[in-house]
């Protein structure tokens, strides 16, 4: 059988920290799936496990077709996994990275140019710099061209943004959404969710469980309750008042507003009135629409409280 990857009931400790718990998905060919959950979450053990690096404590995963324990030699050859930070030698130049990482998988840098000549050609100018030396973005587009340069089925990317400027976090999506012609699936974790929306699929994942495995555009438009964006003239002070206003069910920071949640009925004019009365000023209240993180942000605090 060839379906994609097939993670079935996947459990890890480490000692008595527990990792991931009973961890099931399926990702299809091509498809861009993105792994969304903040620190400590568990994404970095299960793409350890998928990258065959560590071995499962229980369950059981399937790459097209191979098992990521008895196949391992196989599956090794059709990934290429790109480890958070770390994964470029420091010491040695962009090209001399490159050609490295094309010997281990007995290919060259020419053989591979049409897949990867779109990012490559663009840290090329830089050839002789060391990789040490190179800025977060300028890393990630060798560190991708790395881990792409033996035409992997599979790509598998731990928190690719992290740590990276905004534009160049952006850049680094186009990029991604761009090898999709390439008919190779990839899997993608971050802490940010503003990303999940340039995913096909998402997971959210907290606290070693997977809480929601769906479309983002379906994950948003599930959302419920009525949104209210709220400023004033004191945004700390606000977010504290609005999580102390009785009746309140969410309040979270959004930019330069807050976003807000009633149990019941909001009556603005007396929300207004309270908010006055604690000292605020400039207030606006004004309906908004939800997006993907007050989705994420409603999940994870349904399932904490
Ligand atoms: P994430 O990548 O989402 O931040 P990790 O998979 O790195 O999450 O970590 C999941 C949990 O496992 C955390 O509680 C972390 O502290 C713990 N953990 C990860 N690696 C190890 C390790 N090598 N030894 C002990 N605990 C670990
Ligand atoms: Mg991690």
Sequence with gaps: MNTGIQIQNISKTYGDVSALRDVSLEISEGELFGIIGPDGAGKSTLFRILATLLLPGSGQISIFGLDVVDDYKQVRSILGYMPGRFSLYQDLTVEENINLFASLFDTTVEEQYELIKEI???IEPFKNRRAGQLSG?????????CALVHKPKLLILDEPTTGVDPVSRKEFWVMLARLKKWGITMIVSTPYMD???????????QDSRIMKIDKPESIVSE?????FGIKSSNKHQLLIDLRTYEGSKSAFAFGSEVHYTHHNRLDTADLRAYLEKMGHSEIEIYDTKPTIEDCFMDLMQEKNG
Excluded: N, P, T
Aim: proline share 0%; charged share 20%; net charge neutral.
């Design 137 to 145: 973005g300028m890393k990630q587009k060798l560190a991708l061209s």
């Design 223 to 227: 959302f419920s309750d009525h949104l």
């Design 120 to 122: 490559y050609s663009q």
């Design 195 to 205: 990303e999940a929306i340039l995913c096909d699929r998402v997971a959210l994942i």
